[in-house]
């Protein structure tokens, strides 16, 4: 099966998001934020919500040991058969690592934004 992986990396305020969406609807396979996801298990009070929440509070990035098992349950849903879009994901060489167990095609975007204009779009 042919499964388009596209990685967005970039500074916060970058336009991961933005592109992430665009690219969402150009090749019609979900976009996956790893900031939504952590929010929605926080939400979803699991038993990995304690934990998150301690990094999350923290302003810590969550560890890849973490965080690697609630992506993985994520991209088993069918939406995710023909690829996906990471936003956020892999933030260390140790993450992109696990990125080869998602499927056999990869595009990585990135977005170099200067930090003023990062800070600025973060801040309106």
């Known amino acids: 099966m042919f499964r388009r992986i596209i990685l967005l990396a970039g500074t916060p305020g970058s336009g991961k998001s933005t592109i992430g969406k665009l690219c ?3 090749y019609n396979i979900p976009h996956i934020s790893t900031g939504d996801l952590i ?3 926080i939400r979803a009070s699991t038993l990995r919500s304690d934990m998150l929440k301690s990094y999350v509070t923290f302003g810590m990035s969550v560890p890849t040991s973490l965080l690697t098992p609630i992506l ?9 058969r023909y690829g996906i879009i990471l936003d956020g994901y892999p ?6 690592h696990h990125t080869k167990q998602f499927g056999l095609v990869e595009d990585v975007i990135v977005l170099d934004v200067d930090p003023i204009t990062s800070k600025d779009r973060i801040i309106n």
């Open 91 to 96: 933030r260390s060489i140790s993450q992109y």
């Open 24 to 26: 969402s609807q150009r």
């Open 72 to 80: 993985m349950d994520r991209i088993r849903y069918e939406d995710c």
């Open 39 to 41: 929010r929605q298990e």
